[in-house]
């Protein structure tokens, strides 16, 4: 049988990478953009050709039961969100409607339109919040700390719940944080290594950042879609916790990152309350035993490497960007 997914949120961080794995798995792989008034694929620019992309919003249950219907797709991959945590105090019942009813209305439209198609929803360590135990595994209790994480515990107990009611074959991946040179510029990881990149070039002189002893277990994205396929190609669907077993703090992602490229960090990061949050996770570290044992996953890159890259990625594209003014002067 032809392997055909959909992508939502296909332009974003991990629809890029996971677009490239699939392409690379044989899948015809179909995804859905909202519309807006100038392209915003610059991450998919190298897959186009490759790719079918249909018009739809998660605000719009129409429009996402037209694009099951043309996709008929057998595995369907949920990354649309408002993802960006910050932002979920300032518009919360937005990012509700994405990032939680959203899932219903995705869920709902495949029901009826394709429901033995797979289904992979993207849910998030940011739903354990003020951690109840250490490290965090698929039974840890959740207690979010942001509107966007109270989106997101919806959306994975949607999920969990039409597993149960319509016996689809849906599962959740509570995923920590992972990044890459794709990650979008307000998120710390890439703040960080673009304002590296900035100061090295000399166009800027400091970073501006938040609460630096907030602590994460960082992986790399192009690691983690990998297991969000492969827990659609298991006999039962399940929900897995996916993340390095590593945490590390922002002050330490900062040294890294300013060491790698010759600066001294304490001469360069300011410290702006303007970045701190109403309410903090201060440190995730996941089990991700359970994917191990089951999915055969594990990271294979490993955080420093990917910090060097990130720097590497983001000093190179401005090295690019200047070299026709070099030209021209
Ligand atoms: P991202 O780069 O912010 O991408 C989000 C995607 O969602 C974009 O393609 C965006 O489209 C799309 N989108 C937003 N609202 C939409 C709507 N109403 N209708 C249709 N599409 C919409 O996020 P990411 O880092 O790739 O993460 C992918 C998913 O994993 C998200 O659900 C995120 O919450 C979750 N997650 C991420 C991490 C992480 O560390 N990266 C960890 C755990 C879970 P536009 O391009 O049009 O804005
Ligand atoms: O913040 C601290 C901030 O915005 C990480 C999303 O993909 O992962 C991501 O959510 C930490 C926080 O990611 C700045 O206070 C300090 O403690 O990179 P972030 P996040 O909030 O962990 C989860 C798993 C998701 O699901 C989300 O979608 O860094 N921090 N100074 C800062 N953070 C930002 N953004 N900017 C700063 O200046």
């Known amino acids: 049988m032809e392997k055909r997914a959909l992508i939502t949120g296909i332009t974003g961080q991990d629809g890029s990478y996971l677009a490239e794995l699939l392409l690379t798995q044989g899948y015809k792989v179909y995804g859905i953009v909202r519309r807006a008034s100038q392209d915003n694929c610059q991450r998919l620019e190298h897959l186009l050709p490759c790719l079918t992309l249909l018009q739809a919003d998660l605000l719009d249950q129409t429009s996402l039961m037209a694009a099951l219907e043309e996709a008929q797709p057998t595995e369907v991959y949920n990354l649309a969100a408002q993802s960006f945590v910050p932002a979920s105090w300032q518009q919360p019942i937005l990012t509700a409607e994405f990032t939680a009813v959203g899932v219903t209305r995705l869920l709902d439209a495949l029901r009826k339109v394709c429901p033995q198609a797979r289904f992979y929803q993207a849910s998030s360590s940011e ?10 595994t698929e ?31 849906a599962c959740s991946g509570i995923l920590f944080n992972h990044e890459s040179p794709r990650r979008g510029v307000e998120f710390v990881s890439r703040k960080i290594t673009q304002g590296v990149a900035r100061i090295k070039h000399g166009l800027d002189e400091e970073l501006r950042l938040g609460n630096l002893e907030a602590k994460r277990d960082w992986g790399f994205a192009g690691d983690y879609v990998r297991a969000m396929w492969l827990m659609l190609q298991q006999d039962e669907p399940d929900d897995y916790v996916i993340g390095t077993g590593q945490t590390h703090s922002v002050e330490e ?23 701190y949050r109403p309410a903090e996770v201060d440190v995730l570290l996941a089990d991700a035993s359970k994917a191990r044992r089951k999915l055969g996953w594990q990271p294979q890159m490993s955080f420093e490497q990917m910090v060097y890259a990130m720097v590497d990625a983001d000093i190179a594209a401005l090295s690019r960007a200047a070299k026709p003014q070099a030209r021209a002067a």
């Open 127 to 136: 739903m354990f919040g003020k951690v109840r135990e250490s490290p965090q």
């Open 139 to 169: 039974t840890t209790p959740f207690h979010p700390r942001s509107p966007y994480g109270v989106a997101k515990v919806y959306g994975h107990y949607i999920t969990v719940n039409y597993r149960e009611s319509y016996g689809m074959f």
């Open 253 to 275: 992602f900062v040294r890294l990152a300013f060491e790698h490229a010759g600066l001294d960090w304490r001469r360069h990061v300011v410290i702006d309350p303007r970045f």
